[in-house]
C-alpha cells in the first residue's frame, strides 16, 4: 500500500516538475515558478527515496529515511518562494496590513495544535514526535506566507489574486503531508493512501496553477 | 594496510599540488578544488568511520541515510566559502562545485580500487567512473547554484541553498541505494547518466542561444 501510495506522489510530482522546468527554466523567467518546479523536485526525489527503500526490502516507518527532507525541501521552497521573492512585493509592513498578518498567523498556530494532539501527547514513538516536531516547523513557516498571501487584499499589483489558487493547494498540501506523517507513525495505510492521493493531486494541479496565473499576472 | 587512505592521499595530492604554479590561471581554480575535493573525501572517511561505529555497524543504513548527507554537507562547506568571499558568479561556482564532486569521487574510486583490487574489472571501472563520479559532480553543483544567490537574493540564498542540499543528499541516499541492491543497481549506474544529459543538452542550448543573440 505505501509503495503504490509514493507511486502516485511520486509521478504526479514529477509531471508537475517536467512541465515546470520546460517552462520556467530558461533565462528571465519567474523566479517564483522556480522555486515551485524546485519543490516539486524535492516531492519528487524523496518519494523516489521511499520507493526505492521499498523495492529494496527496507521499512520507511521504523527509522528516518531521507526521502522526509524531500517534505522539509518542498516546503521550504514554498516558503523561499513567498518570502524571499512576492511578499516584499505585497507587504510593506504597514499597520494597514497588521490584520491580515495576525489572522495568518492562525495556520502555523493550528500545525502546533495538530502537532500537540497528534504526536506529543499520543502513544507515538520518539522518533515520529522528534520527525513530527521537524515537520512542523516547516510546515509552520511555509503555511504562514500561504494564508498570509490567500487572505491579502490585491492592492498594487494584481499578483495576489493571480497567485491565490496556488497558494490554497499548498496550505492543502502541507495538511496533507501532516497528516500522512500521523497516519505512517500508526501504521494506518488507508489513512496514508489517502493522504497520498491528495498530495499527488495537489502536487500535479500546482504547476498549471503557476502557469495560469503568471499568465494573468503579465496580462 | 592500516594507513593506506592516508598513503593514496599524499600520492594523489602532492604532485597535483606541485602541478598547481606550472598550470594557467583559467584552470588553477579548477584544479584547487579538485585538491579541496580529494581533501574533502578523506575527512569525509573519517567522519563516516565515525558514524557507522556510533550506529553499530549497520554498513546499509549507514551507505544509504547517513553518509550521503554528511558527504553533501562536507563537499558544500569550501563552496559556502567561496561564494561568500570570492564570487557569486553562477557559472564560475558551477564550475568549481562540479569539480570539487568530481575530485572528491576521484579520491573514493581511487580507495575503494585499492582496497578491493581482487573484485574489480573494467565494467566496474566504467561504471564508477561515468555513475559515481557523476553523481558527486551533480550532486555539488546543484547546492553551488543554490549559493550563487548569496549576495544578489539573501532570503532565497538561505532556503534555497538548504533545500538544494536536501534535493542533493537525496539523490545521493537513492544512487546509493539502488547501486547496493542486487535487482536494482543497473538503475542506480543509469541514474547519473539520465541527469547529466538533459543538464549537458540545456548548457548547449543556453550557450546557442547567446551566440546567436551576440
Not at chain 1, 509514493?6 to 515546470?20: D, H, M, P, Q, S
Not at chain 2, 578544488?33 to 568511520?49: C, D, P, Y
Amino acid at each position: 500500500m505505501y509503495l503504490i501510495a509514493n507511486i502516485i506522489v511520486c509521478v504526479c510530482a514529477l509531471t508537475g516538475f517536467i512541465y515546470g522546468g520546460i517552462k520556467f527554466f530558461r533565462p528571465r523567467k519567474a523566479l517564483y515558478a522556480q522555486m515551485i518546479t524546485l519543490s516539486l523536485g524535492c516531492i519528487t526525489f524523496g518519494r523516489l527515496f521511499y520507493i526505492v527503500r521499498l523495492l529494496t526490502g527496507g521499512n520507511i516507518s521504523d527509522s528516518f529515511q531521507l526521502g522526509f527532507l524531500g517534505l522539509i525541501g518542498s516546503l521550504m521552497f514554498f516558503f523561499s518562494s513567498n518570502f524571499g521573492t512576492v511578499n516584499s512585493l505585497l507587504d510593506d509592513g504597514s499597520k494597514a496590513f497588521g490584520k491580515y498578518r495576525l489572522i495568518a498567523l492562525a495556520a502555523p498556530l493550528a500545525a502546533v495544535i495538530m502537532y500537540v494532539a497528534l504526536f506529543l501527547l499520543s502513544d507515538v514513538s520518539l522518533l515520529w514526535k522528534i520527525l513530527g516536531a521537524v515537520l512542523t516547523v516547516f510546515v509552520m513557516e511555509a503555511s504562514y506566507f500561504n494564508l498570509k498571501h490567500l487572505i491579502f487584499p490585491d492592492v498594487d499589483f494584481g499578483v495576489v489574486k493571480c497567485l491565490r489558487p496556488y497558494n490554497l493547494l499548498a496550505l492543502v498540501y502541507s495538511a496533507a503531508i501532516f497528516v500522512e506523517c500521523c497516519a505512517l507513525s500508526r501504521g494506518n495505510e488507508l489513512l496514508t493512501l489517502i493522504c497520498c492521493c491528495v498530495t499527488g493531486l495537489t502536487a500535479a494541479a500546482m504547476m498549471p496553477t503557476i502557469v495560469r496565473g503568471i499568465k494573468k499576472w503579465k496580462t | 594496510m592500516e594507513n593506506m587512505i592516508y598513503i593514496l592521499y599524499i600520492c594523489m595530492f602532492v604532485p597535483l599540488l606541485l602541478s598547481l604554479p606550472l598550470i594557467q590561471k583559467a584552470s588553477r581554480g579548477i584544479m584547487v578544488f579538485i585538491l579541496i575535493g580529494i581533501s574533502s573525501a578523506l575527512f569525509v572517511s573519517e567522519v563516516n568511520g565515525i558514524m557507522l561505529k556510533t550506529l553499530g555497524y549497520n554498513t546499509l543504513y549507514v551507505t544509504t541515510t547517513v553518509t550521503p548527507a554528511t558527504e553533501e554537507i562536507i563537499k558544500a562547506l569550501p563552496i559556502l566559502v567561496y561564494a561568500f568571499i570570492i564570487t557569486d558568479n553562477r557559472d564560475k561556482l558551477l564550475a568549481a562545485s562540479f569539480a570539487l564532486g568530481i575530485g572528491f569521487a576521484l579520491f573514493e574510486n581511487t580507495y575503494i580500487l585499492v582496497t578491493s583490487v581482487d573484485n574489480v574489472s573494467i565494467a566496474w571501472a566504467v561504471v564508477r567512473g561515468f555513475s559515481t563520479a557523476l553523481m558527486h559532480g551533480i550532486c555539488t553543483a546543484a547546492v553551488g547554484y543554490g549559493m550563487s544567490f548569496v549576495k544578489k537574493k539573501k532570503k532565497l540564498f538561505y532556503c534555497g541553498t538548504f533545500s538544494l542540499l536536501m534535493l542533493a543528499i537525496i539523490y545521493h541516499g537513492i544512487f546509493n541505494m539502488l547501486v547496493q541492491s542486487e535487482e536494482l543497481k543497473y538503475f542506480g549506474f543509469l541514474l547519473p547518466m539520465a541527469t547529466y544529459i538533459p543538464l549537458i543538452i540545456a548548457l548547449v542550448f543556453r550557450v546557442r542561444n547567446k551566440k546567436n543573440k551576440t
